[in-house]
């Protein structure tokens, strides 16, 4: 029963998300942005710094609507479900895109959706390794990069790099490695239309230079304030 009991099991983990998560909504419905990153909720008085202990709050902000709508813990299993949907998803997006055919995708991204990374990610209640979606999105958009050559999908895989980092900082630098493997690759193989891959995926790594460091300087000046 999805309405009463925790998808998984029910480790310290799924106490520590939903606890953020809560934490998150009372933030953003209070206009409290600034506890977001600092607050002395959690080692009263001085507080705790929980940008730094538990990264962005970019999956908590995204579970409101859900925790509006539903009661815990079926918000938070339906919060788990759509995660995992999107994984799916977006691998069917990578596979149809390189591959051209929809059943063959399909099959792939219902593997990718109920892999056994992800079931032991769903079962120790982390929804920011859950969400795997990133990376397929991220690739299909650099593929398209080398195939289309737009610098709309430069400016739309800088955003997808950002939101990966942002839910969770080991995919957003496995995310920089394959891109830097990428070019490289492209260096060695390709002849034709270097200069114009490389300053397109430039355009995108200066992007995403750009918004972490006002993203990273925004935290950052919250601690040193407190």
């Given at each position: 029963?999805?309405?009463?009991?925790?998808?998984?099991?029910?480790?310290?983990?799924?106490?520590?998300?939903?606890?953020?998560?809560?934490?998150?909504?009372?933030?953003?419905?209070?206009?409290?942005f600034?506890?977001?990153?600092?607050?002395?909720?959690?080692?009263?008085?001085?507080?705790?710094?929980?940008?730094?202990?538990?990264?962005?709050?970019?999956l908590?902000?995204?579970?409101?609507?859900?925790?509006?709508?539903?009661?815990?813990?079926?918000?938070y299993?339906?919060f788990?479900?759509?995660?995992?949907?999107?994984?799916?998803?977006?691998?069917?997006?990578?596979?149809?895109?390189?591959?051209?055919?929809?059943?063959?995708?399909?099959?792939?991204?219902?593997?990718?959706?109920?892999?056994?990374?992800?079931?032991?990610?769903?079962n120790?209640?982390?929804?920011?390794?859950?969400?795997?979606?990133?990376?397929?999105?991220?690739?299909?958009?650099?593929?398209?990069?080398?195939?289309?050559?737009?610098?709309?999908?430069?400016?739309?895989?800088?955003?997808?790099?950002?939101?990966?980092?942002?839910?969770?900082?080991?995919?957003?630098?496995?995310?920089?490695?394959?891109?830097?493997?990428?070019?490289?690759?492209?260096?060695?193989?390709?002849?034709?239309?270097?200069?114009?891959?490389?300053?397109?995926?430039?355009?995108?790594?200066?992007?995403?230079?750009?918004?972490?460091?006002?993203?990273?300087?925004?935290?950052?000046?919250?601690?040193?304030?407190?």
């Open positions: 029963d999805i309405s009463s009991l925790v998808l998984g099991y029910n480790s310290v983990d799924v106490s520590g998300t939903s606890w953020y998560q809560w934490f998150a909504k009372r933030c953003v419905l209070n206009l409290d600034t506890s977001l990153y600092h607050t002395d909720f959690v080692g009263y008085p001085s507080g705790k710094n929980l940008f730094f202990d538990l990264g962005y709050p970019l908590p902000i995204l579970s409101i609507p859900f925790q509006i709508a539903f009661n815990f813990p079926l918000y299993n339906l788990m479900f759509i995660l995992a949907a999107m994984n799916g998803f977006a691998c069917f997006m990578l596979l149809k895109y390189m591959y051209k055919d929809a059943i063959s995708s399909f099959i792939g991204g219902l593997f990718f959706s109920v892999n056994s990374y992800v079931f032991y990610q769903v120790l209640g982390r929804p920011e390794q859950t969400a795997i979606f990133w990376n397929p999105f991220f690739i299909l958009f650099l593929l398209k990069i080398k195939d289309e050559k737009k610098k709309t999908y430069s400016i739309i895989g800088a955003i997808l790099l950002v939101l990966a980092s942002l839910s969770y900082w080991y995919y957003g630098t496995f995310l920089l490695i394959f891109t830097f493997l990428f070019l490289l690759y492209f260096f060695l193989v390709e002849k034709n239309g270097r200069l114009y891959l490389f300053k397109n995926i430039g355009l995108l790594l200066s992007l995403y230079c750009a918004c972490m460091l006002i993203l990273f300087f925004y935290p950052v000046l919250i601690q040193g304030v407190h």
